[in-house]
């Protein structure tokens, strides 16, 4: 067995080369759900190197990537590198292998919300919860209720209080959800959405 250690102040990841048999089966899922080929990673650290929230992240991007290769899926899936990524395509728009990053890390994301696993950065995993079941119910996003339910969520229901007053009354806050027409485009996205991730079951 081969292994290697990827160092940089703070992070480690052992890179245990020793292929078992469920390494294909994670990667597999993951390729699937961001329609990316991980396997064409280089570890050239490209990524993380234009990341603007990489000193914040456990893992670096390609780190994250590294541990899907393996089929590590889990330790992909707990680590902050996924919630703290806000999709800016920095790093996708940088790869020299034209690997999506940010779809991949959207994908963990989604793998992570639906085995349930914890993040440890809870208040980002709840705000992307409201906020995707917000898009889901109107098309639009209603930032009054997905603050409201964030903060009923965490427990600081009165905190910021001030401010959200004021941009209520400002009317940068609308206090009634905007709704698409087009209810039946909407549901047909999501059932679209929904088909993908029966698929990626399938993959199990
Ligand atoms: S930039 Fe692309 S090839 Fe390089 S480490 Fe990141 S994902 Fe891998
Ligand atoms: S998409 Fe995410 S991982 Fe990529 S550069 Fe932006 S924040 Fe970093």
Redesign the pocket.
Known sequence: MNDHHMTDPGRTIEMDLGADGHTDRFLKIVNHVSRQNISMCWHCWT?GG?????QHMDLL?NQVIRLIQMGRGEDALRCNTIWL????????SQCPNSID??AV?DALRQLAIRDGITAPEMDIFRFHKYIYESIERHGRLNKLAAMVQFKVGSGRLFSDLQSGLKMITRGKLEILPQKVADRDELNRIFTHYDRRRRSFDAHE
């Open positions: 990524c234009g990341c603007p929230f990489s991007p990524c806000v999709g800016c395509h920095t790093c996708s990053v940010a890390m």
